[in-house]
């Protein structure tokens, strides 16, 4: 079974729009959340993180928010960038465990 | 400072052989982890070791597989026979823990069993 699930294969965006990437988990014992970010032929790259005690954490372009009650968390991108295109990954952190969603791909057009 | 090294980058091989894969963590993680990704199952973890000792192997497919870490700068997953429903591409990955702090990851090893 999928704890950490990321429903949306892809999503295309327009340059300078907002970008939202979604997260579903199932296990309420999680203790962080990070965002990945992947391009072709390289590894993933930390993005961004936010412990589950709190709801929002923004770093520049990127916030991440977090809803404990739906266990749910998002990611947005303002603006967006042809940079930004890339496949997504959350991962959630428990007690020795450590579970990344399938990814979201995303584009954004010119 | 030297990232996560692989190796090899890419691995064609025919089913039925042995097949090892490197990884060579940044200096002073403590935590160094295998994963595999799929279109299907994206990352999955497969194992991860903390200080050389293997903490959780409960993603490690089948007795096929095998990791080891004999020292802080080196570790190897060995899949033996390789079949080909093992193609993907093997990422190692390394950190200072297991908590808020990222993983590095090295750039992959694409694996194709003919």
């Known amino acids: 079974d999928q704890q950490v699930k990321q429903n949306s294969p892809s999503l295309s965006v327009q340059e300078g729009r907002i970008s939202i990437l979604n997260c579903d988990y199932t296990?309420?014992?999680?203790?962080?959340f990070l965002w990945y970010k992947k391009y072709p032929a390289e590894g993933p790259t930390f993005l961004i993180s936010?412990?589950?005690?709190?709801d929002k954490n923004e770093d520049g372009r990127f916030t991440v928010f977090l809803n404990k009650s739906a266990k749910h968390l998002s990611l947005h991108i303002v603006p967006s960038q042809p940079g930004d295109s890339a496949v997504y990954f959350c991962?959630?952190?428990?007690?020795?465990?450590?579970?990344f969603g399938t990814g979201t791909r995303l584009k954004v057009l010119a | 400072d030297a990232g996560v090294i692989q190796s090899p980058r890419h691995e064609v091989t025919e089913m039925g052989q042995e097949v090892t894969l490197r990884c060579k963590p940044i200096?002073?993680?403590?935590?160094l982890f295998w994963y595999r990704q799929t279109m299907m199952r994206g990352l999955e973890l497969l194992i991860y070791?903390?200080?050389?000792?293997?903490?959780?192997d409960s993603g490690m497919p089948e007795d096929r597989f095998s990791a080891k870490m004999p020292n802080a700068s080196f570790s190897t997953l060995k899949i033996q026979p390789s079949e080909p429903r093992d193609s993907a591409v093997y990422f190692c990955?390394?950190?200072?823990?297991?908590?808020?702090?990222?993983?590095?990851f090295g750039d992959g090893t694409r694996l194709s069993i003919l």
């Open positions: 200096s002073g993680h403590d935590y």
């Open positions: 990955a390394s950190s200072l823990s297991l908590g808020d702090q990222p993983q590095h």
């Open positions: 936010i412990s589950s005690i709190k």
């Open positions: 070791f903390n200080n050389n000792v293997p903490i959780d």
């Open positions: 296990n309420s014992m999680f203790d962080y």
């Open positions: 991962a959630a952190i428990g007690t020795y465990k450590y579970i």
